[in-house]
């Protein structure tokens, strides 16, 4: 199955849900001041919302398998 089959059959909801998280703990942490926990939050708020969007791949296998690829292309 690949990640747009699994964002199609509805396992795209706890990824938004994760995105949503993700966006209000930065919030958190950028009013308490914690800039490095912010930074790191807003580091994976973004890969969510690229993995949402179908801009970055879901697993590690699949975006070392991109990486690869368009090294050998290089």
């Keep these: 199955m690949t990640q747009q089959d699994r964002l199609a059959t509805g396992n795209?909801?706890?990824?938004?849900?994760?995105h949503a998280m993700l966006?209000?703990?930065?919030?958190?942490?950028e009013a308490e001041h914690y800039d490095m926990v912010?930074?790191?939050?807003?580091t994976a708020y973004i890969q969510a919302g690229d993995t949402v969007r179908g801009e970055q791949p879901a697993r590690r296998e699949e975006l070392y398998s991109r990486l690869?690829?368009?090294n050998c292309v290089a």
């Design 12 to 18: 795209s909801d706890t990824l938004e849900y994760i």
């Design 23 to 29: 966006g209000q703990l930065r919030s958190m942490a």
């Design 38 to 42: 912010a930074h790191f939050i807003e």
């Design 68 to 70: 690869d690829k368009r």
